[in-house]
């Protein structure tokens, strides 16, 4: 068990009360907060699964579905609650939110229908846009119970992003948990105004970011990826133990990334993909005129590890097609 996060045992024998909802230690309790109504009227609703130890520990917040379209990490937090993992704990506490984009979710969108971006709208307001509003839900709600969050996301649109945990390095304890989770690919990303991961490390709460796979599109490699790293984390956190858990002992740690465009607009094949090791100037992809006439190879502009790739069959020039991790090492874990 590791002491990573220092508890008040005081403060955890209060219960947690969640939109007039009591939960006590040893308590379980799904608590549905409202999202907001469709223009139908009828109202949408964000479910979050609470469950508590009779023990004191830390509370982490799960939680995917911040792009609605982002189906593998809504996956991810639902296959354990299915499994009824969260039902076994040693102590502490586990919220988990599956899916908190439902306009998103419903509309098969990243962003909610006035077009905004969930996670580019935190702290948020309830005066504000759609998306401003859910962004307060989560702050002013659950937030102020946790103790740290896990945030599961996929690639954008056509992008495949190979399984990788994000942290940033000026969070120690996030970045213990990150290696903790036991990802292939561990990238340190720089936080982005106004979106989760900084909102919460203003209130001093650290957040590893999941990113695997593609929005709209199932991939069970991703989906086992990440349950497998949350399951790591609780076990780091001493909070359960899998006895049959397959445990990571290594990850490439990256400290920068950078995007190889396209040059050439047309039909585009990649030849080597996400999860692959390249070499500066070699050939992993061609950009091929609709007519016969051209074909542009794609070269590798330095060494160093694909991390995301695009999966889109036809690209403008400019588009991103391959997203390369460098100035890496291999750390055991």
Not at 31 to 49: K, Q, T, W
Not at 134 to 144: E, G, N, Q, S, Y
Not at 180 to 195: C, D, E, L, R, V
Request: with cysteine; hydrophobic share 40%; charged share 20%.
């Amino acid at each position: 068990m590791t002491e990573l996060i220092k508890v008040d045992e005081k403060r955890y024998a209060e219960p947690i009360i969640l939109d007039n909802n009591i939960i006590l230690p040893g308590q379980e309790e799904t608590v549905r907060l409202s999202a907001g109504r469709l223009p139908s009227d009828n109202r949408l609703y964000i479910y979050a699964h609470v469950y508590r130890s009779v023990n004191p520990g830390p509370t982490v917040l799960m939680m995917g579905g911040v792009h609605g379209d982002e189906i593998n990490g809504v996956m991810v937090a639902r296959n354990m609650i299915e499994e009824k993992v969260f039902e076994k704990l040693n102590r502490g506490t586990v919220i988990s939110v599956p899916l908190l984009n439902v306009f998103g979710f419903i509309n098969f969108s990243r962003e909610v229908p006035d077009g905004k971006d969930i996670n580019r709208s935190f702290p948020g307001t309830m005066a504000g846009s759609l998306a401003a509003r859910v962004a307060r839900t989560l702050t002013k709600k659950l937030l102020p119970l946790v103790d740290c969050i896990l945030d599961f996301h996929t690639g954008g649109s056509s992008r495949y992003n190979y399984p990788q945990i994000r942290y940033s390095k000026k969070d120690p304890i996030a970045e213990k948990l990150a290696l903790a989770f036991g990802a292939p690919y561990t990238i340190q990303k720089s936080f982005i105004p106004k979106s989760l991961r900084k909102v919460a490390a203003d209130m001093g709460l650290p957040t590893i970011v999941y990113e695997a796979g593609e929005s709209v599109r199932l991939d069970g490699f991703s989906i086992s990826k990440g349950m497998q790293g949350a399951k790591q984390v609780l076990q780091f956190l001493g909070m359960l133990y899998f006895s049959n858990l397959v445990r990571s002992n290594k990850t490439l740690l990256f400290r920068k990334t950078g995007w190889i465009r396209a040059n050439f607009s047309g039909i585009f094949v990649w030849s080597k993909q996400s999860g692959h090791r390249v070499t500066k100037g070699e050939p992993i992809g061609q950009i091929k005129d609709p007519f016969g006439m051209k074909v542009v190879n794609v070269h590798a502009i330095r060494d160093g590890y694909i991390i995301g790739h695009n999966n889109a069959s036809v690209v403008n020039q400019g588009d991103a097609l391959f997203h390369v991790g460098y100035n890496y090492e291999s750390i055991d874990i």
